[in-house]
């Protein structure tokens, strides 16, 4: 969305500003009204973010005449500079608002992909996300809480059935045994 809005603001200037801005004041690779002009070894003056992008690209060649530059060296060109910011304070006061406006949204944009890359590097999760985890933890706390109470349940009932079949077992082996021993006793007698 903030992207969306900087190009509708560069539209906005484009549309506004049609033929009226001098051509020396409009970067070669861009076609966009120059913020921070710099000079080139071929004596060009180009928007600096763009011949950077032109040299990041593996070029060394001038984006104008494609001679060889021989070097990657830029210099400020402060003269363009002070005449597109006069140009646009009398010529055009709307058009350094908006510029304005186009230079704070794309800074605003730059920290917020910091930022982003930040939170990335930490491997941090979206609070959305960590409530979601945060919730099945605790159900899924719970959900351990009561098994373990039923197997605690479980246990007991075991141990209980458990004790009075072996009282019944000894009984019944107890019986068994005494009416065993009595009809020994008896044939004995006899």
């Not at 001098?22 to 180009?46: K, N, W």
């Not at 500079?81 to 949204?105: C, V």
Request: proline letters at 5%; a negative charge; aromatic letters at 4%.
């Amino acid at each position: 969305a903030e992207m969306a809005a900087a190009e509708d603001i560069n539209a906005t200037m484009a549309d506004e500003i049609g033929g009226q801005i001098p051509p020396d004041f409009i970067c070669p690779i861009t076609q966009e009204l120059m913020r921070d002009p710099v000079i080139a070894l071929d004596g060009h003056s180009y928007e600096r973010d763009a011949i950077t992008q032109w040299f990041g690209q593996g070029r060394i060649k001038s984006p104008l005449t494609n001679a060889p530059l021989g070097s990657r060296h830029l210099t400020p060109n402060h003269t363009l500079r002070k005449a597109i910011d006069n140009f646009l304070t009398e010529e055009m006061p709307h058009l350094r608002d908006q510029q304005n406006q186009l230079d704070n949204l794309e800074a605003a944009i730059k920290l917020r992909e910091a930022d982003l890359a930040n939170q990335a590097s930490k491997n941090m999760v979206p609070k959305d996300e960590y409530d979601r985890v945060m919730a099945l933890l605790a159900r899924t706390q719970q959900d351990l809480a009561r098994t373990q109470q039923d197997l605690a349940d479980a246990r007991q009932v075991m141990m209980a059935v458990g004790s009075q079949l072996l009282t019944q077992a000894r009984g019944e082996a107890g019986a068994g045994i005494g009416s065993g021993g009595a009809a020994v006793e008896e044939a004995a007698e006899q």
